[in-house]
């Protein structure tokens, strides 16, 4: 069915339902001006946006719709993650070319369904628009943190150690087999792979724990790679940093993807982008107790190096290449 089948608003009535898995705050949702909620007691209001362009961020032939759907979700979800908060309320603009049918629209808000209620999260409203020739969908997010407890990028000083809170390089991995369908992989391995950049995970809970602990100093989400999140952090902070080539923790099936490539692995953890892990910065003493609430947890964590003075630049040890400078350069839109 197209949807000029059935008008705007018939579009609006079609995706609009089932929408709020969040009823803590939510005063009115869907169905008027403006949503309402009303904050925790004590909580700090976090508000970030993201959009996601056809043919920049995805491509209906590599993922299902439900997949983008997801995806729009979780990269917001993840901002919020980085901040040590939670997430609250969504409203989602999506601009739909008109030859899009019906049913992919409703996909789309399967996948966005699926996410809100996997994070505990309301999409209270947004807008609808006719958008020839690709899809556009921007999330705006609203999340709380607890006063006072915000994680920033800004805290970080030199012998604070690093962290980062799961393997990294997986979703370039799985985009290296989308765009390569001929690629030589073990099954399990593609799965794996295909999971990492299709249907990627925000770290809320771990996130969370480290803010209400006040474990972190300093602390970003993933998205642009590696490289590009310390240096953001090292330059919010005034410092430099040093990690490990050994120590940047790799998943079997990108290890598996990256050899049929011919490719180091460690360069898609530095530069490749939408792993949505944490990397952050705790205090020597502190160290311990985050190692023991995180195994506590079940959650991982992987420590790869540590904070240093700015003069002494941007560091990685080990490796094919010895002692070298990471440059910040991971996706940018306007120089790629």
């Given at each position: 069915?197209?949807?000029a089948?059935?008008?705007?608003?018939?579009?609006?009535?079609?995706?609009?339902?089932?929408?709020?898995?969040?009823?803590?705050?939510?005063?009115?949702?869907?169905?008027?001006?403006?949503?309402?909620?009303?904050?925790?007691?004590?909580?700090?209001?976090?508000?970030?946006?993201?959009?996601?362009?056809?043919?920049?961020?995805?491509?209906?032939?590599?993922?299902?719709y439900?997949?983008?759907g997801?995806?729009?979700?979780?990269?917001?979800?993840s901002?919020?993650?980085?901040?040590?908060?939670?997430?609250?309320?969504?409203?989602?603009?999506?601009?739909?070319?008109?030859q899009?049918?019906l049913?992919?629209?409703?996909?789309?808000?399967r996948?966005?369904?699926?996410?809100?209620?996997?994070?505990?999260?309301?999409?209270?409203?947004g807008?609808?628009?006719?958008?020839p020739?690709?899809?556009?969908?921007?999330?705006?997010?609203v999340?709380?943190a607890?006063?006072?407890?915000?994680?920033?990028?800004?805290?970080?000083?030199?012998?604070?150690?690093?962290?980062v809170?799961?393997?990294?390089?997986?979703?370039?991995?799985?985009?290296?087999?989308l765009?390569?369908?001929?690629?030589?992989?073990?099954?399990?391995?593609?799965?794996?792979?295909?999971?990492f950049?299709?249907?990627?995970?925000?770290?809320?809970?771990?996130?969370?724990?480290?803010?209400?602990?006040?474990?972190?100093?300093?602390?970003?989400d993933?998205?642009?790679?590696?490289?590009?999140?310390?240096?953001?952090?090292?330059?919010?902070?005034?410092?430099?940093?040093?990690?490990?080539?050994d120590?940047?923790?790799?998943?079997?099936?990108?290890?598996?993807v990256?050899k049929?490539c011919?490719?180091?692995?460690?360069?898609?953890?530095?530069?490749?982008?939408?792993d949505?892990?944490?990397?952050?910065?705790?205090?020597?003493?502190a160290?311990?107790?985050?190692?023991?609430?995180?195994?506590?947890?079940?959650?991982?964590?992987?420590?790869?190096?540590?904070?240093?003075?700015?003069?002494?630049?941007y560091?990685?040890?080990?490796?094919?290449?010895?002692?070298m400078?990471?440059?910040?350069?991971?996706?940018?839109?306007?120089?790629?």
């Amino acid at each position: 069915m197209k949807i000029a089948e059935i008008g705007e608003f018939g579009l609006i009535k079609r995706i609009s339902s089932n929408l709020e898995f969040r009823r803590q705050g939510l005063i009115m949702g869907i169905g008027d001006d403006t949503a309402v909620f009303r904050p925790g007691e004590g909580k700090w209001l976090l508000m970030t946006t993201d959009m996601l362009v056809e043919g920049i961020h995805f491509s209906g032939h590599f993922a299902s719709y439900e997949q983008i759907g997801w995806k729009a979700v979780v990269v917001n979800v993840s901002d919020i993650a980085a901040m040590g908060g939670i997430p609250a309320c969504a409203t989602v603009s999506i601009g739909i070319p008109p030859q899009l049918e019906l049913e992919a629209v409703e996909e789309i808000y399967r996948g966005m369904r699926k996410a809100a209620r996997t994070y505990e999260l309301n999409i209270v409203g947004g807008d609808t628009v006719k958008c020839p020739p690709l899809l556009v969908i921007n999330v705006t997010l609203v999340g709380e943190a607890d006063e006072g407890k915000v994680i920033y990028r800004s805290g970080a000083a030199p012998g604070d150690i690093i962290c980062v809170t799961g393997p990294l390089g997986g979703s370039a991995a799985g985009l290296q087999l989308l765009l390569n369908r001929d690629l030589e992989c073990p099954e399990e391995a593609r799965r794996e792979a295909l999971s990492f950049h299709l249907e990627p995970q925000a770290r809320v809970k771990e996130g969370l724990l480290l803010s209400s602990e006040g474990l972190a100093t300093s602390m970003n989400d993933i998205s642009d790679g590696l490289a590009s999140e310390l240096h953001e952090i090292s330059q919010a902070s005034n410092t430099g940093f040093v990690i490990d080539y050994d120590l940047i923790p790799i998943a079997d099936a990108t290890k598996e993807v990256a050899k049929s490539c011919g490719t180091d692995p460690v360069h898609w953890a530095l530069y490749g982008g939408e792993d949505f892990e944490l990397v952050f910065t705790v205090k020597p003493r502190a160290l311990e107790k985050v190692e023991r609430l995180f195994a506590k947890c079940g959650f991982s964590l992987y420590r790869i190096g540590h904070v240093t003075e700015k003069e002494k630049g941007y560091l990685m040890r080990g490796g094919p290449g010895g002692e070298m400078q990471i440059s910040p350069r991971g996706y940018n839109h306007f120089t790629e």
